[in-house]
T-cell receptor, first 114, second 116 residues
Framework: QKEVEQNSGPLSVPEGAIASLNCTYS??????FFWYRQYSGKSPELIMS????GDKEDGRFTAQLNKASQYVSLLIRDSQPSDSATYLC??????????????FGQGTILTVHP | ETGVTQTPRHLVMGMTNKKSLKCEQH?????MYWYKQSAKKPLELMFV???????ENNSVPSRFSPECPNSSHLFLHLHTLQPEDSALYLC???????????????FGPGTRLLVL
């Protein structure tokens, strides 16, 4: 069973702080990793994708990947109330019939309070 | 219309009804997906279509029947559902290449289904 686990949350941070969201995965051959944001009652939207070990930065968001530890994280700097949402970690498994198959974590609810 | 659209947005049906969910993608993608999102459970992949061929059926009960007539349209036919099938059903699409797996999936707004 390929699994993706996220820190359960909910996570509450003050406005302007750094929010840190974590995700671990069980399938060692996974190659592609995604963070989606889902506002209440809405569909998931992509924030970041990362494929190689290390950091990837996009504005206030930084994704970090460590394949040896099977760990991927998302840092949100200067958190804003508009960042309050559920953050979903998704992992794409490599090869065979797993082509295009994403496994999602259960999501972490983030609340940024003014 | 842009992106991925889904109709209807809300659906209430009895256990003996037959209904269909529709998804259309306007992104020129070659792969489409059905996901189920239940309260307090992770998003679950149900079906994958690649170049109109079903490549994944994730042990979904036969009361859910997908149809993909072309690369832009995807249907989910529903019959004799159970109350536990009540959930948000999301459609997604992506442009998959031979190396596979790196392409972003774009989601539609979803259909909120309630089975009475």
């Amino acid at each position: 069973q390929k699994e993706v686990e996220q820190n359960s949350g909910p996570l509450s941070v003050p406005e302007g702080a750094i929010a840190s969201l974590n995700c671990t995965y069980s399938d060692r051959v996974s190659q592609s990793f995604f963070w989606y944001r889902q506002y209440s009652g809405k569909s998931p939207e992509l924030i970041m994708s990362i494929y190689s070990n290390g950091d990837k930065e996009d504005g206030r968001f930084t994704a970090q990947l460590n394949k040896a530890s099977q760990y991927v994280s998302l840092l949100i700097r200067d958190s804003q109330p508009s960042d309050s949402a559920t953050y979903l970690c998704a992992v794409n498994h490599a090869g065979g019939t797993s082509y295009g198959k994403l496994t999602f974590g259960q999501g972490t609810i983030l609340t940024v309070h003014p | 219309e842009t992106g991925v659209t889904q109709t209807p947005r809300h659906l209430v049906m009895g256990m003996t009804n037959k209904k269909s969910l529709k998804c259309e993608q306007h992104l020129g993608h070659n792969a489409m997906y059905w996901y189920k999102q239940s309260a307090k459970k992770p998003l679950e992949l149900m079906f994958v279509y690649n170049f109109k061929e079903q490549t994944e059926n994730n042990s979904v009960p036969s009361r859910f029947s997908p149809e993909c007539p072309n690369s832009s349209h995807l249907f989910l036919h529903l019959h004799t559902l159970q109350p536990e099938d009540s959930a948000l059903y999301l459609c997604a699409s992506s442009q998959e290449r031979t190396s596979g797996g790196k392409e972003t999936q774009y989601f539609g707004p979803g259909t909120r289904l309630l089975v009475l």
